[in-house]
């Protein structure tokens, strides 16, 4: 499918201009809109790869997978698709441009990484009981726990398959890369688990700042990272992009947890308050928690009962009173900022570095 | 740790004659002991490079895996070690023996078929509820159905890194090979866990040995390939070398069900037809339902009911009175001179096919 699709598509339009630490104001349509398409284009590149991957499965476990990617139904039959936005891809492909490099020879390493992303999502569902993934049933709900850990299972091995069999020059390392995140993903996920265990007043907001970078920065690093390595970038631009990644990463966690607890729930598609009902330690939370203030403690009494009628609000007033709320947007700009930081380390040229940032502020600026 | 492992314990002893097809005999204590030395001088040369990969996990994963591989004790502290009999990897390291290579230059492939193979462990024991591995709790009985899975996961992903930072020429087609393993292992497990659910006249024998095939005789193949690979090898004596160690794989499957009805519990640690007593649809089983007989009709009967007073008894009679377990011990000698054939055809002179035909005659003749 490479010599068909239409890889200028991925390219960010010129800016001509630096946005800086601007981060976390209002929408700006343009902007939006070039970030949209491009995560449009690396869909459309990235997607025959994808699909075809999941189709050289073996029937049993290619139907779950079809299922998890939206392409089929749990009957069947075939389905619109929704899966995901497709942000690792874009990422790598970004990556690969804004170094230089042809996109289009890192489309496979792009899909390495977005089903290794899904291998995750799989599992991870299974793990949490989270019963919704993209406004549909997730696949262990439909299909029962061991399909779900099984077709995880094969879309790991599958991800690692495509690189292995690329010939590219960057595609070892980006194997031993993408292997290395694996371990770090999983510990970040072990980690979740045993802080959503812990009492209220038991979790420190450095270990939840790490367990998000495992969980959440590490892919979003390992994408760009593999992207320079397919431009043939050096060690540093290598560590760079990838640093770029997880900071950028750990912005849209911080949003992404903002909207958990304020998101419009016409525009999340989860109901209101969604992570204060399953008083989730989300990272505003554990920063309203460890702030010594009244409403801190408040908030401790609130997540240590059932919540009953009213608490929800309670809550969100409560964690807002703290400054969680204010903590996380400041702390999420921050690492924005940081994340800006290592992208001009690596790609000094802004016009360049576009596609890049459009995707970083795409991620964190989103409402929903 | 490569440079001071004395490999030349790997070398199996000339043989001087060639054992043709019996196979399911009385052990030749000379043959089993040969067999046994190639095993523990593989674990010699091997365990190095798989304590290596475990210890480089995060804490969190790292007990696990650790506690898994017989390592430690569930509370950390240091146990003796029973990381199983290390057949994989042997298999590996014969392979590329046989073949003239180095299989000093496999160690880190051969440890990485041993990782592939423990992380299958981890997750089938999740799924199957097995409480006992190695004569000690699974892992997810001491911690947990998620921390057992995240530690399968960083184990698969472990066994890649491994691949892909491996700078031998043969790296590259292992990795994609063993990862095109994995994926026939999740069929396997998957085609297992149907097969379990269904009703006992609803599984057909060539189901059952297809499930086999792909859950067992796969990674035994893989891992004959992987050394022929490691080798230098041509692609008709990869292939050639991966049918020896699937058929081989399957014959010990059939002796080993075999085994999980007659088996002396003195010597396999499990109770007494282990195996009836879960209504397990192995082979022998499954041979006898399907056998047109008297017997078979009476399993059935007995397979439909939970079992009462004296049924494991009557089922065991009414399996060998149908001829399934007679049909196992031919169907293994079939598939063991299968295998032998594959092996002459990759590895025409007999002493150098020694080592691996030792080993495939171990798997098969073990009484426990």
Same mark, same amino acid.
């Given at each position: 499918?490479? %010599?068909?699709?239409?890889?200028?598509?991925?390219?960010?339009?010129p800016r001509g201009r630096v946005l800086g630490e601007r981060v976390l104001g209002e929408q700006v349509i343009g902007e939006a809109y070039e970030a949209a398409e491009i995560l449009s284009a690396a869909r459309l590149c990235v997607d025959p790869e994808l699909r075809a991957a999941v189709e050289s499965l073996p029937g049993s476990l290619r139907r779950i997978a079809l299922y998890h990617f939206g392409w089929e139904h749990a009957d069947g039959t075939p389905a619109a698709g929704n899966a995901g936005k497709a942000i690792r891809p874009a990422l790598v492909l970004a990556a690969v441009r804004a170094l230089g490099g042809d996109p289009l &020879?890192? !489309?496979r390493a792009a899909a390495a990484v977005e089903l290794t992303h899904n291998f995750t999502l799989l599992h991870d569902d299974?793990?949490? $009981? %989270?019963?919704?993934?993209?406004?549909?049933?997730?696949?262990?709900? !439909?299909?029962?726990d061991s399909d779900a850990i099984l077709a995880g299972d094969a879309l790991q091995a599958l991800a690692q398959r495509?690189?292995?069999?690329?010939p590219h020059p960057g595609a070892p390392a980006a194997a031993a890369r993408l292997a290395a995140c694996v371990v770090e993903l999983c510990a970040g996920q072990h980690a979740d688990c045993v802080l959503e265990s812990r009492g209220p007043d038991e979790v420190s907001l450095a270990e939840c700042l790490a367990m998000a970078e495992a969980k959440t920065g590490a892919l979003l690093g390992c994408a760009c990272a593999i992207g320079a390595a397919y431009a043939g970038a050096g060690v540093d631009t290598v560590e760079a992009l990838d640093g770029f990644g997880r900071q950028a990463g750990l912005a849209f966690q911080l949003i992404d947890d903002v909207i958990g607890i304020w998101g419009d729930p016409a525009r999340t598609g989860k109901p209101? $308050?969604?992570?204060?009902? !399953?008083r989730k330690?989300?990272?505003?939370?554990v920063a309203a928690l460890a702030s010594g203030t009244p409403e801190g403690a408040e908030l401790a009494g609130l997540y240590g009962r059932e919540p009953g009628q009213g608490d929800l609000e309670r809550m969100a007033r409560?964690?807002?009173?703290? +400054?969680?709320?204010?903590?996380?947007?400041?702390?999420?700009?921050?690492?924005? &900022?940081?994340?800006? +930081?290592?992208?001009? $380390?690596?790609v000094p040229d802004p016009? $360049?570095?576009? +596609?890049?940032?459009a995707l970083a502020e795409f991620v964190t600026r989103r409402s929903h």
């Amino acid at each position: 499918m490479t %010599d068909t699709t239409d890889m200028t598509e991925c390219a960010p339009r010129p800016r001509g201009r630096v946005l800086g630490e601007r981060v976390l104001g209002e929408q700006v349509i343009g902007e939006a809109y070039e970030a949209a398409e491009i995560l449009s284009a690396a869909r459309l590149c990235v997607d025959p790869e994808l699909r075809a991957a999941v189709e050289s499965l073996p029937g049993s476990l290619r139907r779950i997978a079809l299922y998890h990617f939206g392409w089929e139904h749990a009957d069947g039959t075939p389905a619109a698709g929704n899966a995901g936005k497709a942000i690792r891809p874009a990422l790598v492909l970004a990556a690969v441009r804004a170094l230089g490099g042809d996109p289009l &020879s890192a !489309v496979r390493a792009a899909a390495a990484v977005e089903l290794t992303h899904n291998f995750t999502l799989l599992h991870d569902d299974v793990m949490d $009981r %989270d019963a919704t993934r993209r406004h549909r049933p997730t696949a262990w709900t !439909v299909f029962g726990d061991s399909d779900a850990i099984l077709a995880g299972d094969a879309l790991q091995a599958l991800a690692q398959r495509m690189l292995a069999e690329d010939p590219h020059p960057g595609a070892p390392a980006a194997a031993a890369r993408l292997a290395a995140c694996v371990v770090e993903l999983c510990a970040g996920q072990h980690a979740d688990c045993v802080l959503e265990s812990r009492g209220p007043d038991e979790v420190s907001l450095a270990e939840c700042l790490a367990m998000a970078e495992a969980k959440t920065g590490a892919l979003l690093g390992c994408a760009c990272a593999i992207g320079a390595a397919y431009a043939g970038a050096g060690v540093d631009t290598v560590e760079a992009l990838d640093g770029f990644g997880r900071q950028a990463g750990l912005a849209f966690q911080l949003i992404d947890d903002v909207i958990g607890i304020w998101g419009d729930p016409a525009r999340t598609g989860k109901p209101a $308050r969604a992570d204060l009902a !399953v008083r989730k330690k989300s990272l505003p939370v554990v920063a309203a928690l460890a702030s010594g203030t009244p409403e801190g403690a408040e908030l401790a009494g609130l997540y240590g009962r059932e919540p009953g009628q009213g608490d929800l609000e309670r809550m969100a007033r409560a964690v807002e009173g703290a +400054g969680g709320r204010d903590w996380a947007q400041l702390h999420a700009a921050d690492r924005m &900022s940081r994340a800006l +930081g290592e992208l001009a $380390r690596a790609v000094p040229d802004p016009e $360049r570095a576009g +596609g890049l940032l459009a995707l970083a502020e795409f991620v964190t600026r989103r409402s929903h």
